[in-house]
């Protein structure tokens, strides 16, 4: 026997302009949420890197700055971490609206808006980047 009623999570058609925008609004609430916590972990992270390392980077080799990035990567990774996990936490406050779910957006779980914040902060990892690029380039040309 078919139930008449609505088994899967979806809002009915008439509804559903209204899910699209609600959605359109946590996605934009969720890139706030993640530019806001990356920002500060991100900008005392870089003044770390360079309090720590210097930018003298022609005194050191390729190696050690290669070494240098890798060890920030991994201090952004688990930065990024921490940071999903507490935006994961705040609340939206659209949710339940019309059958949407904040926990279901694939962008909440994903991370990627608050790595990619965090690394636009490290500017002392990009120019360390850019003077191995350049100093390869040299060498091979």
Known sequence: MVSAKNTDSTPPPSNEILFRIIKIIDIAYIAILYFVFAYFPGYYLNSFFEYAYGTNY????????????????????????????VVQMVPFPLDG???????????????????VFIIMFQYSMQDKLVYIKNSTKKTTI
């Open 58 to 85: 022609a005194t050191k080799s390729n190696n050690e700055l290669i070494g240098e990035v890798l060890v920030q990567v991994i201090c952004i990774s688990i930065i990024s971490y921490i940071g999903r996990n």
């Open 97 to 115: 609206i019309n059958g949407f779910v904040h926990s279901r957006v694939k962008e909440l779980a994903s991370g990627a808006f608050f790595t």
